[in-house]
């Protein structure tokens, strides 16, 4: 990966984080916390969504399907956090 490879990511990331955070709880968690958000989200969505059939393509796909895992994670941590 080139340097502006890394800048994308970390780019959509963040946004997809931003993004999470605005719609779980209605505000982001920080500009780190976002781009881990958004990246371990992209994990998420990359890995479950093509499962049902859901793919999407380019930069805007990426940081919607990134959200999607984002928002899957922030709600699985709520309920984890609920629960104990």
Request: charged share 5%; glycine share 20%.
């Amino acid at each position: 990966m080139d340097l502006t490879s890394i800048l994308i990511v970390l780019l959509v990331g963040a946004v997809a984080g931003w993004l999470a955070g605005v719609i779980m709880k209605g505000s982001g968690f920080g500009i780190v916390g976002d781009i881990v958000i958004g990246l371990v989200g992209g994990l998420i969505g990359g890995w479950l969504l093509p499962m049902v059939g859901v793919n999407f393509g380019g930069i805007v796909g990426s940081i919607i399907m990134s959200v999607i895992g984002a928002v899957i994670l922030i709600f699985v941590i709520k309920l984890v956090r609920r629960a104990t």
